[in-house]
């Protein structure tokens, strides 16, 4: 679960990287998401989604993402539910932020296409860390497209999510075996402004 918020994080570093082209662009939050699985007993698998994106990056390619963690999405309630009472505390850091630059001289165009190592900043838990993000990014029209390349493998321990609030989760569900970190995955959609 503390690989969900960080990977959720890195997702949303991500999405600035849109940003390539001349003019300023705004998360287009229907049609963006960032996910994540947890994974328990070690082989038990259970995928999730954060929706409800908002940011927008600039013409200089400077970005600012934020997603509610109230919209974690594990298609079982009572699970997320917990994951923001339990593991990230949501009332007390009820957002989850990425800042950064991106490179955006060569996405001028329709049809451009730009992979990039993206440095971020990633606020969680009251923490601010820094993160890379490798992304696939590609303007069509007024929109600009932006997904990870690979899955971030992300820690709840690196923004100092403390190892009881895993332990408060595992033990609504009889003390198995959670793991602390997670792979994430994002896809972005960057509408003109």
Same mark, same amino acid.
């Given at each position: 679960?503390?690989?969900?918020?960080?990977? /959720? /994080?890195?997702?949303?570093?991500?999405?600035?990287?849109?940003?390539?082209?001349? &003019? #300023?662009?705004?998360?287009?939050?229907?049609?963006?998401?960032?996910?994540?699985? $947890? /994974?328990?007993? =070690?082989?038990?698998?259970?995928?999730?989604?954060?929706?409800?994106?908002?940011?927008?990056? #600039?013409?200089?390619?400077? @970005?600012? +993402? $934020?997603?509610?963690?109230?919209?974690?999405? =594990?298609? /079982?309630?009572?699970? &997320?539910?917990?994951?923001? #009472?339990? @593991?990230?505390?949501?009332?007390?850091?009820?957002?989850? !932020?990425?800042?950064?630059?991106?490179?955006?001289?060569?996405?001028?165009?329709?049809? *451009?296409?730009?992979?990039? *190592?993206?440095?971020?900043?990633? =606020?969680?838990?009251?923490? =601010?860390?820094?993160?890379?993000?490798?992304?696939?990014?590609?303007?069509?029209?007024?929109?600009?497209?932006?997904? $990870?390349? !690979?899955?971030? +493998?992300?820690?709840?321990?690196?923004?100092?999510?403390?190892?009881?609030?895993?332990?408060?989760?595992? *033990? $609504?569900?009889?003390? +198995?075996?959670?793991?602390?970190?997670?792979?994430? &995955?994002?896809?972005?959609?960057?509408?003109? !402004?």
């Amino acid at each position: 679960m503390k690989r969900m918020s960080s990977a /959720i /994080i890195l997702a949303l570093s991500l999405s600035p990287s849109l940003a390539f082209a001349s &003019n #300023d662009y705004a998360v287009d939050s229907e049609a963006s998401s960032i996910s994540f699985a $947890t /994974i328990k007993k =070690t082989y038990v698998v259970e995928p999730a989604n954060l929706s409800g994106l908002e940011g927008s990056v #600039d013409a200089s390619g400077s @970005f600012s +993402i $934020t997603a509610p963690l109230s919209s974690i999405a =594990t298609g /079982i309630p009572i699970r &997320n539910q917990r994951l923001n #009472d339990l @593991f990230f505390d949501s009332k007390k850091f009820p957002m989850l !932020k990425v800042e950064g630059q991106v490179s955006i001289e060569s996405l001028d165009e329709s049809g *451009a296409q730009l992979q990039q *190592a993206i440095p971020a900043k990633v =606020t969680l838990f009251g923490n =601010t860390k820094d993160v890379t993000l490798n992304m696939n990014i590609i303007k069509s029209g007024d929109n600009i497209f932006a997904f $990870t390349t !690979k899955p971030v +493998i992300i820690s709840g321990a690196k923004f100092a999510i403390p190892e009881e609030n895993l332990k408060a989760v595992s *033990a $609504t569900v009889g003390n +198995i075996d959670i793991s602390s970190t997670v792979p994430v &995955n994002v896809s972005l959609v960057f509408k003109e !402004k």
